[in-house]
């Protein structure tokens, strides 16, 4: 299975329309293999990143603010979408492993750095 996680630098984007950088990660029974790659998209589009979502073969997506159509598009692709989450990814990712994440979290800085 594969998760994509929308980023802004170290942190999941605020917005899903907005997103120009992803951070994949390849999964096998709840463990990560490998590290998680980034992509760097040449523009923020929706629909190019809805694309990318079916041609990679993701099955869960973790944003941000998205719109309903392109969440009712990737449910419908039967694609599984963990939404208004805040955090950075790093964290995210660790809690969506762990089966742990849900809708509308929002987990605590790990880091002592709050640049963003």
């Known amino acids: 299975m594969k ?8 942190f ?11 951070v994949i990660a390849t999964v096998d029974n709840g463990v990560l293999v490998g590290k998680p790659r980034t992509i760097i998209m040449d523009r923020p589009s929706p629909e ?8 990679e073969g993701i099955s869960t ?10 969440y009712q598009f ?5 694609i599984r979408v963990i939404d208004f989450v805040i955090g950075d990814h790093e964290s ?3 809690r ?3 089966g742990q994440l849900q809708p ?8 002592g750095d709050l640049s963003l």
């Open 3 to 10: 998760i994509l996680i929308t980023a802004q630098g170290d």
């Open 12 to 22: 999941v984007a605020p917005r899903f329309d907005l997103t120009a950088e992803v």
């Open 48 to 55: 190019d990143l809805s694309n990318m979502i079916m041609e």
């Open 61 to 70: 997506v973790i944003c941000g603010g998205i719109e309903d159509r392109h």
């Open 74 to 78: 990737l449910t419908w692709k039967k």
């Open 92 to 94: 995210v990712l660790n």
């Open 96 to 98: 969506a492993l762990a």
């Open 104 to 111: 509308g979290d929002m987990l605590p800085l790990t880091r």
